[in-house]
Nanobody
Framework: QVQLVESGGGMVQAGASLRLSCTVSGRTFSLYAMGWFRQAPGKEREFVASIDRFGTTADYADAVKGRFTISRDNAKSTMYLRMNTLKPEDTAVYYC?????????????????????WGQGTQVTVSS
């Protein structure tokens, strides 16, 4: 069984930065493509970013492209999301997710249903 634990959320003002972390245990981290998703109140869970097994390829939602950076450290079994120039519309619960990947360069992709493993979420609140 794979366990995912997010950390690093908080309350910040617009324009600030945060770094989220997702630590994975239970299986070999490098076997999984990873993703970040978020869910605002009253909205569906949406894709933020995804990364391949070794951190060489990443995809981003248009809303965060140029402001957020996804990365991973396989030696620490941890994935990160660096969030710069935060906006009030970035306010949401942020979730990390993992999916087994047979290829080394395919990211996890944007589809919620394709990730079988999820963390509990961490709240990010951005005030104007």
């Amino acid at each position: 069984q794979v366990q995912l634990v997010e950390s690093g959320g908080g309350m910040v003002q617009a324009g600030a930065s945060l770094r989220l972390s997702c630590t994975v245990s239970g299986r070999t981290f490098s076997l999984y493509a990873m993703g970040w998703f978020r869910q605002a109140p009253g909205k569906e869970r949406e894709f933020v970013a995804s990364i391949d097994r070794f951190g060489t390829t990443a995809d981003y939602a248009d809303a965060v492209k140029g402001r957020f950076t996804i990365s991973r450290d396989n030696a620490k079994s941890t994935m990160y999301l660096r969030m710069n120039t935060l906006k009030p519309e970035d306010t949401a619960v942020y979730y990390c997710a993992a999916r087994p990947s047979p290829t080394m360069t395919s990211t996890g992709g944007p589809m919620v249903d394709e990730y079988p493993y999820w963390g509990q979420g961490t709240q990010v609140t951005v005030s104007s």
